[in-house]
């Protein structure tokens, strides 16, 4: 017996009052079923296309998530061996009324509420089904209680967004597998699966619209607001920056620039490119629109700052990481190479110097630095 299993019951990660719903033959069948999500989510939970699996930290909190609705409905209404499209709705609805709390009585933050819906998107997954939530949640509000992404991490973010939602190529992948891709495009770009053309793979292979999003953001630690106002004007990429206006500049009221990084400015020209042949953005001045055809907001972003950081393999691991996460950790490393309060107050456009200390940290290398030389030597193992 697996050392994660309660000891009164012989299945991983459940104790025994968990399947007391449950008849003898019930309990069989959810046992079956059980192990083979716990299997699915391990070998290709998070892409079934490209087999890769959940990490082993992950398994458990995304299936013990998906067993509580179960057992949502095995208490209020009836014993169910499978989970459908409406009752997963159905749930979503009812955690956004906050008509399904935690065992304290209390409301479930956004980002709890984000949790759920990620888990049953796992859930379906597994079952070949296509479903998204009825409601989009958000990260918990962010606040400066956000932690930073370490600076492998920031990498690691732009380079998953480089490869986010892009297909495998058309031809070389099984008629099954094109199968399910189209239903994955359809649903994403919000058109008949029929309707779906190996044009449509082609332009997801090469989007550059997530890059130049996560590239902006990691220059100036861009906050939600300000990504959501910003317009393709706003671009002078021939002097690498971004000219912010008073009227959509965030909690300011002056004008003042954003400086690009080199790869920023290319990654924002591709982007600008592919914007222009994309009819969905003949209508508007917006940078960035949504699958949805509306401008990211704070959810949006942070849903997919959550995307990237599970594709990416990124844990919070005891953090809190939201959109926040990213501005908190570019004023740190400009701290960390500048040790200057002013010019990170000027990138992050913050109002005083008193404002900037916040930021003004040890990285999480220099920390481990200094532990690694007060030991006085090395170990051979």
Known sequence: MSADRDTDCDVEYLGEESLSALNFQQKILYQDFWESFLSFLREKGKNPDRFIGYEESNIRPTARRVHQV??????????????????ADHYIENL?????????????????????????????????????????????????DSDPF?????????????DYKSPPSYANVSPEERDRWNAHIAQYLGKPKDEVSPKDWEELQRTWKFASIISTALDAGTRAKLIERLEKVHLDLENDRIIIPAEIAVKN????????????????????????????????????????????????????????????????????????????STGMYVYDRERDLGIVAEILRQASLESAKKYAHPTPEAKRDVVEGIQGGTLSL
């Open 96 to 144: 956004d009324k906050a008509d399904i709390t935690t065992n304290a009585g209390d409301e479930y933050s956004e980002g709890g509420k984000r949790k759920f819906a990620n888990s049953l998107e796992a859930y379906f997954r597994y079952k070949g089904t296509d479903w998204n939530p009825p409601i989009t949640f958000g990260s918990d509000e962010p606040s400066f």
């Open 150 to 162: 370490t600076r492998q991490e920031r990498e690691l973010l732009l380079n998953t967004a480089l």
């Open 70 to 87: 179960y057992q949502y409905y095995w208490k209020n209404e009836r014993i169910i061996l499978e989970l459908t499209p409406e009752l």
């Open 253 to 328: 009221d002056r004008k003042w620039t954003i400086e690009l990084s080199t790869r920023s400015c290319r990654i924002l020209k591709r982007w600008l490119v592919e914007r222009s042949n994309k009819p969905r953005y003949d209508d508007t001045d917006a940078l960035w629109l949504n699958r949805k055809g509306n401008r990211y907001d704070s959810n949006n972003l942070n849903t997919l700052l959550s995307n990237l950081m599970e594709d990416g393999g990124i844990e919070e691991t005891g953090r809190t990481l939201t959109w926040h996460s990213i501005r908190h």
